[in-house]
């Protein structure tokens, strides 16, 4: 992996201190399940290497009704999955971290690990940007709290500065009759890279029908994960039914910007993104009890 200086502090404050000291040249390792295998295939060399896992108040979840939801940027991606908290009011959050990986690689990834590598394929990314969550980046000179759909400039590439650190994951409370789920199409199942993901969040009304509020996000078909801002607008203030269904799931392929690699085609990427925004759809309708 090459020489690089290793670093294990005890608190947060040697931790940004580190960072605003060695900036672009340090890398910080939470659970290591990206940073490693690049490391050992030599695409990133840092010549310091942070060690955080002892930071053990970043790696709790916490709901509250007036607060929401405040996950840990150090949480696994296992304990997520397994999390009774999330699986009362949010669910589709530990059924799209069921499909990170395997589960000794969800043992030790984190959540803020996930998101700060920032591949366009990242599981974790869609469903959390379908629900708005906000990250928290705090540094020596103070925190602030970025929208998950503004984090994201590139493959590998974020808003986040070299001295700062993700501490947190916010999630506001979720509205009554609110619903959602992640699907991921993979060619070997979910321990592979998506292929595409497609996360959906519906909040119907008080009736129970229309669908006051529509969250779309799309991963691995853009060089981001990406809202599908005009799929959404194509349901929103509508009663689902399975011809509304099909457009969207239409609208939201032409929205994509997928391309070709060893792993699929661009067009055989727009056609699944077809099939899953349907099922994804139809998958959150058969939760708000809809008959489509």
Same mark, same amino acid.
């Given at each position: 992996?090459?020489?690089?200086?290793?670093?294990?502090?005890?608190?947060?404050?040697?931790?940004?201190?580190?960072?605003?000291?060695?900036?672009?040249?340090?890398?910080?390792?939470?659970?290591?399940?990206?940073?490693?295998?690049?490391?050992?295939?030599?695409?990133?060399?840092?010549?310091?290497?942070?060690?955080?896992?002892?930071?053990?108040?970043?790696?709790?979840?916490?709901?509250?009704?007036?607060?929401?939801?405040?996950?840990?940027?150090?949480?696994?991606?296992?304990?997520?999955?397994?999390?009774?908290?999330?699986?009362?009011?949010?669910?589709?959050?530990?059924?799209?971290?069921?499909?990170?990986?395997?589960?000794?690689?969800?043992?030790?990834?984190?959540?803020?690990?996930?998101?700060?590598?920032?591949?366009?394929?990242?599981?974790?990314?869609?469903?959390?940007?379908?629900?708005?969550?906000?990250?928290?980046?705090?540094?020596?000179?103070?925190?602030?709290?970025?929208?998950?759909?503004?984090?994201?400039?590139?493959?590998?590439?974020?808003?986040?500065?070299?001295?700062?650190?993700?501490?947190?994951?916010?999630?506001?409370?979720?509205?009554?009759?609110?619903?959602?789920? @992640?699907? =991921?199409?993979?060619? !070997?199942?979910?321990?592979?890279? &998506? *292929?595409?993901? %497609? /996360?959906?969040?519906?909040? #119907?009304?008080?009736?129970?029908?229309?669908?006051?509020?529509?969250?779309?996000?799309?991963?691995?078909?853009?060089?981001?994960?990406?809202?599908?801002?005009?799929?959404?607008?194509?349901?929103?203030?509508?009663?689902?039914?399975?011809?509304?269904?099909?457009?969207?799931?239409?609208?939201?392929?032409?929205?994509?910007?997928?391309?070709?690699?060893?792993?699929?085609?661009?067009? @055989?990427? =727009?056609?699944?993104? !077809?099939?899953?925004?349907?099922? &994804? *759809?139809?998958? %959150? /309708?058969?939760?708000?009890? #809809?008959?489509?």
């Amino acid at each position: 992996m090459g020489p690089f200086v290793y670093l294990e502090p005890k608190s947060m404050e040697e931790v940004l201190s580190i960072l605003t000291k060695y900036g672009e040249k340090v890398k910080v390792l939470a659970g290591g399940t990206d940073l490693v295998p690049l490391m050992r295939e030599k695409s990133l060399k840092p010549q310091y290497v942070v060690n955080i896992g002892n930071l053990d108040s970043y790696k709790s979840i916490h709901a509250d009704r007036k607060a929401g939801l405040r996950i840990g940027a150090l949480t696994t991606i296992r304990k997520i999955e397994t999390s009774s908290i999330l699986k009362t009011e949010y669910k589709m959050i530990p059924q799209a971290a069921a499909q990170l990986a395997s589960i000794p690689i969800r043992n030790v990834a984190t959540i803020g690990g996930n998101l700060c590598n920032a591949s366009p394929a990242a599981d974790m990314a869609p469903i959390l940007m379908a629900l708005s969550a906000r990250v928290k980046l705090v540094s020596t000179a103070g925190e602030r709290l970025v929208a998950l759909t503004d984090f994201f400039t590139g493959p590998a590439d974020t808003v986040r500065k070299p001295d700062e650190l993700m501490t947190e994951v916010q999630i506001a409370q979720l509205p009554p009759n609110t619903h959602g789920a @992640y699907l =991921k199409c993979s060619i !070997k199942g979910g321990q592979e890279l &998506a *292929l595409v993901g %497609v /996360a959906v969040v519906i909040t #119907l009304d008080s009736g129970g029908k229309t669908c006051n509020d529509v969250k779309i996000a799309l991963g691995a078909v853009a060089p981001t994960p990406i809202r599908a801002h005009k799929a959404e607008a194509t349901i929103k203030g509508k009663a689902l039914n399975s011809e509304l269904i099909r457009e969207a799931a239409q609208v939201a392929s032409r929205e994509a910007n997928p391309i070709d690699d060893i792993r699929g085609s661009a067009e @055989y990427r =727009k056609e699944m993104l !077809k099939v899953f925004t349907r099922d &994804a *759809l139809n998958q %959150v /309708a058969d939760l708000t009890g #809809l008959s489509v």
